[in-house]
């Protein structure tokens, strides 16, 4: 009978729960039916608590506080998509909860469900029933009405009973979950977690992961990249032996944060542990120096190295910048995916285009690197993806620059808002007219259905074509050419002057030249701006002004 939880037994109960959400994280997506059948919520979910589960896989700690505070930090840095977004704040409202506990009793650990359940409510502007919210506070409401002070894997059982019962009745809660015939997909990727953590309770074993090893599945940022690609060539690492106590932290970090990416200064009392790739390791030396000793210092030079990393990064970042040693006034961050389109808003200009999008929403943490890396006075972020507004809000709120986020929805939304900024004007201004320019597009996207589903009134099969409109679905065939001629008649009016088409990596250049064609038969009164996108999951995203 298990009274207490201590943190090493904590730290297996999260590892259990980690590897149970990889192993079944394809359940989750299948399960995504919102706003498209495209399925990533699983894998977001599993990405963000993974890392948790790593990190606390490799350290022990004398409190469980100290753990909880562990998964709250990685989890946060490493959320992607709302769905990872909210669960960083379930856990950090755990930890909340915990603080200062060497151990926590069932009150315990109810107390910190409450206070998980009011973090993830208070992080969300307009909380949606029926979601991961939802069975985050049944779960915590019988956590605390339970009256038995006893076995923690009783208690266990009773709160995930609750969580299912609610999972359950979600569609109930959210019409469009009825509508597809499944349940909350955030909500059976936190139960999951659970569900894993009470297999180590019961059974006294880690579940173990299915084909992966830890390695497999959670690689740093910093992977394999073709050498002639690396921006910064010296990995450089040290310890500071504190001596002059009277050199601020943050004046060293904002010294060497031009020199280089992939920055971590973290400040432990006697010591600091540095992190950088730079191309001036010297630089970084010698303002180290000013503080005091250094020890373990490991300089590698990473265009000379070739060496395979096990497995696959699920997200790559792939970032270009425009680097300039002076300040500038503004600078912008567009989140897009597809060489083409990250050229046509590089040459808009965009400082720092970062690879993302639907099914590979970038996390806080990639965000907040390109906040540090880009040396403006003024920021904007344009995520161009509804999943992706919340983590560059955290984003936003982690930095201590001066941060707008722009809320584009869809690239269009995003190439409007960025003709608009007028690099003489006040940032108010640009935010308006951004903004403005924003919320006047009408954008079209056509992708495929990964499942069969019922959506909107649509039977929709797998592997059907999808025409969206504004991110809903309004169109659906299994002709890609007619389903495009169709949602583009239904977006254009007879107002509109420009029509911009970008085409997917899947569309052939002979499709694509009779889309253009087409258009231009068609639409003769319209300026065709006409693009080879190369983005992934869209076949074509297209919209009129």
């Given amino acids: 009978m298990i009274n207490s939880v201590n943190s090493s037994l904590f730290c297996q109960m999260v590892v259990s729960g980690g590897n149970n959400l990889e192993n079944n994280k394809q359940l989750v997506n299948a399960l995504n039916v ?7 919520t699983g894998t977001n979910m599993s990405l963000t608590f993974f890392s948790a589960a790593a990190e606390v896989s490799k350290k022990e700690f004398e409190k469980i506080s100290d753990a909880a505070d562990l998964i709250a930090s990685t989890t946060l840095r490493s959320a992607r998509g709302n769905s990872g977004v909210i669960l960083s704040q379930i856990f950090r409202g755990f930890a909340k909860g915990l603080s200062g506990k060497e151990a926590a009793t069932i009150k315990d650990f109810a107390a910190a469900l409450k206070s998980a359940s009011d973090t993830a409510y208070r992080a969300v502007m307009k909380p949606t029933e029926g979601t991961i919210l ?115 932290t943050e004046k060293f970090k904002a010294a060497i944060s031009e020199k280089g990416d992939s920055m971590l200064v973290i400040d432990e009392l006697d010591i600091i542990k540095v992190h950088i790739h730079t191309n001036n390791p010297g630089f970084v030396i010698e303002k180290a120096l000013e503080i005091g000793e250094l020890v373990n210092i490991k300089i590698d030079n990473m265009r000379m190295q070739h060496r395979n990393i096990i497995g696959q990064e699920a997200h790559k970042e792939e970032v270009s910048a425009k680097v300039s040693d002076t300040q500038k006034e503004y600078g912008i961050i567009s989140v897009v995916a597809g060489e083409g389109v990250s050229n046509v808003f590089s040459e808009l200009g965009t400082d720092i285009v970062l690879s993302g999008g639907q099914t590979m929403n970038p996390s806080t943490e990639d965000i907040l690197k390109c906040i540090t890396n880009l040396n403006a006075k003024e920021i904007f972020i344009l995520p161009n993806n509804k999943n992706i507004v919340l983590a560059a809000n955290q984003a936003k709120e982690l930095s201590e620059k001066s941060v707008t986020v722009i809320p584009s929805h869809t690239i269009p939304q995003g190439l409007s808002a960025l003709l608009a900024f007028d690099p003489t004007a006040s940032k108010e201004e640009n935010e308006v007219a951004m903004n403005n320019a924003m919320i006047k597009v009408k954008s079209g996207s056509i992708t495929y259905a990964v499942r069969d589903t019922n959506v909107d009134g649509f039977e929709i099969k797998e592997g059907d074509y999808l025409g969206l409109t504004d991110g809903k679905i309004t169109h659906t065939s299994k002709d890609k050419i007619q389903l495009f001629k169709d949602l583009l008649s239904s977006i254009y009016n007879d107002g509109c002057e420009v029509i911009t088409v970008f085409y997917g990596e899947d569309v052939s250049e002979e499709e694509a030249q009779s889309i253009k064609e087409y258009i231009e038969e068609n639409y003769p009164d319209c300026d065709l701006l006409f693009y080879n996108g190369g983005q992934p999951v869209y076949s074509y995203i297209l919209s009129v002004e």
């Fill in 134 to 248: 939802t069975i985050i506070r049944t779960m915590a409401a019988a956590a605390n009405e339970y009256n038995k002070d006893e076995d923690f894997t009783a208690f266990f059982e009773h709160i995930i009973n609750a969580g299912n019962d609610a999972l359950n009745k979600t569609p109930d809660l959210l019409p469009l979950l009825k509508q597809a015939g499944v349940v909350d997909a955030g909500g059976k990727g936190l139960l999951i977690i659970f569900e894993g953590m009470l297999h180590l309770l019961k059974y006294g074993e880690i579940i173990e992961l299915s084909d992966k090893t830890v390695l497999d599945v959670f690689i740093p940022s910093q992977a394999e990249v073709p050498a002639e690609d690396i921006k910064y060539g010296y990995c450089t690492e040290f310890i500071i032996n504190k001596k002059n106590y009277g050199v601020s």
């Fill in 34 to 40: 919102f706003p498209v059948p495209d399925g990533d």
